[in-house]
């Protein structure tokens, strides 16, 4: 599986933006999806992560209320709707991907096998 992430850009504290990824290869409706995010000098975290079939999306307290993932299994495609961005957000954001069973979600990085190139978010104050 290949995964291309876009949408990033510089924006403003408050503003919005949508992250995409798109798949290639791969039984895309068989995957979990995540977001993941690094700032400079930080250790990767969890951002959120959509299963196969629990749509609700796991959420980072950091972000939960203002991000919300989704995914499109026609368009083998995930979002990520990032509200009221803040300065903290600011980082480069990574989508990741791995075969599941039906019920089971990671939210560990260490968990997905299959990453994207990363799409530079910058919130200015």
């Known amino acids: 599986v290949q995964l291309q992430a876009s949408g990033g850009g510089l924006v403003q504290f408050g503003d919005s933006l949508r992250l995409s990824c798109v798949a290639s290869?791969?039984?895309?409706?068989?995957?979990?999806l995540a977001w993941f995010r690094q700032a400079p000098g930080k250790v990767r975290e969890f951002v959120a992560a959509?299963?196969?079939?629990?749509?609700?999306?796991y959420y980072a307290d950091s972000v939960r209320g203002r991000f919300t993932m989704s995914r499109d299994n026609d368009k083998k495609a995930v979002y990520l709707q990032m509200n009221e961005l803040k300065a903290e957000d600011s980082a480069i954001y990574y989508c990741?991907?791995?075969?599941?069973?039906?019920?089971?979600?990671?939210?560990?990085?260490?968990?997905?096998?299959?990453w994207g190139q990363g799409t530079q978010v910058t919130v200015s104050s």
């Open positions: 990741a991907a791995r075969r599941v069973i039906i019920t089971h979600t990671p939210v560990s990085a260490d968990e997905y096998n299959y």
């Open positions: 290869g791969g039984t895309f409706r068989y995957y979990a």
């Open positions: 959509i299963g196969r079939s629990d749509l609700s999306g």
